[in-house]
């Protein structure tokens, strides 16, 4: 080999190095860049501590998963950040059912829209409504279960009230459908919140309440609170005993519930990337173990059927809330 052709050789032998030298942290640092996934309510909730033990189940095949907080506005804020994020797949964060069914209506300006601004990846849990009584209030009037409740509202026409977290809130359009189906009056009187609104009815300020299972369920193991029935459409495996609302009134049923969304654009294969992650981790023991301890069932969806899910949920809370009359301006 001549000297001319061995130079030569040596050059492209090193230029072919360097181009492999200038590429690899590219693909490496495309591999590492982790996932910020955006939760619009403040730490240590529910939705938090259920977003933070995915987290942690998908890292070794996602790698690692950032939880970002970014309460306010009834969650608008951080849900107006996942919309406004490139669509590259390292941007995910949670809708629910107040962000994605109830604060359409609600609100009278928002900064996205549910229906055209996110790529659905999953729906993450299900947690069951419901409807309990102070339990003084029911020795006190008689009231053992929902046809007694249902009862003595018809026969003492605005004599019971019920509290909730504030105008709008789940707890108010809950109550509101029920007194709809259940042909009832009784006085809605808002707080500033779930936890006062309990507190409301634990001290017999207010009569009963649509509650959260994974608030009320201490309350109801102490004797404080009557569980009256739940809201789901069937009988929710932690209250066993305690009937639906739907037995009374065919298809009723509210539901508290939240997932995983991207934004718009979104790859279809980085969404079904996605999906096929965090269903493995919502089928692991784990946490079907650490959701239940909240109360939390786990509802691993196709990426199609959490979008079908937040569709009819959006139709269903327009005609509740539009009924109700609550507005936040």
């Known amino acids: 080999m001549s000297t001319h052709s061995l130079f030569r050789q040596l050059a492209f032998g090193l ?27 403040a730490p240590g909730g529910p939705i938090d501590v259920t977003a933070r033990v995915l987290a942690e189940r998908v890292k070794d095949t996602l790698g690692t998963v950032i939880i970002e907080n970014r309460p306010g506005g009834g969650g ?25 069914a109830i604060n359409p209506w609600l609100y009278s300006k928002m900064p996205f829209n549910v229906a055209t601004d ?15 009584i102070n339990a003084d209030t029911a020795t006190r009037l008689g009231i053992g279960n929902l046809a007694d409740l249902i009862k003595y509202a018809k026969a003492n ?13 789940g707890g108010h359009l809950a109550g509101e459908m029920f007194k709809a ?4 009056f009784a006085v809605h009187i808002p707080y500033n919140g779930g936890n006062p609104a309990q507190l409301a009815l634990l001290s017999g300020q207010v009569d009963f309440n649509f509650d959260n ?3 009320a369920a201490a309350n109801i193991k ?25 037995d009374t009134f065919q298809g009723f049923a509210v539901d508290t519930w939240w997932g995983l969304v991207a934004p ?53 809370y327009e005609k509740a809330v539009k009924a109700s009359g609550a507005k936040v301006d």
């Open 157 to 169: 026409p605005g004599r019971l009230n019920y509290g909730s977290g504030g105008n709008g809130s």
């Open 264 to 316: 718009a654009g979104t790859p279809r294969d980085v969404v079904a990337k996605l999906n096929q992650a965090f269903v493995t981790a919502l089928n692991s023991p784990e946490a079907r173990s650490r959701f239940g301890a909240l109360m939390a069932e786990p509802v691993p969806t196709t990426a199609e059927q959490f979008g079908s899910l937040m569709s009819s949920e959006l139709s269903k």
């Open 76 to 100: 608008n804020i951080g849900v107006d950040a996942i919309a406004k994020a490139a669509p590259d797949g390292l941007t995910i964060g949670i809708a629910a059912l107040a962000t994605h």
């Open 222 to 246: 102490a004797g404080k609170l009557k569980a009256l029935a739940v809201t789901t459409a069937q009988r929710s495996p932690a209250l066993p005993d305690v009937e639906p609302v739907s």
């Open 118 to 132: 996110f790529a659905p990846i999953t729906q993450m849990v299900r947690v069951p409504n419901v409807l309990v």
């Open 213 to 215: 299972l994974a608030t």
């Open 181 to 184: 189906r259940a042909g009832i």
């Open 15 to 41: 230029l072919a190095t360097l181009v492999g030298l200038t590429a690899m942290p590219t693909v490496s640092m495309a591999q590492a860049r982790p996932i910020r996934l955006i939760v619009p309510y």
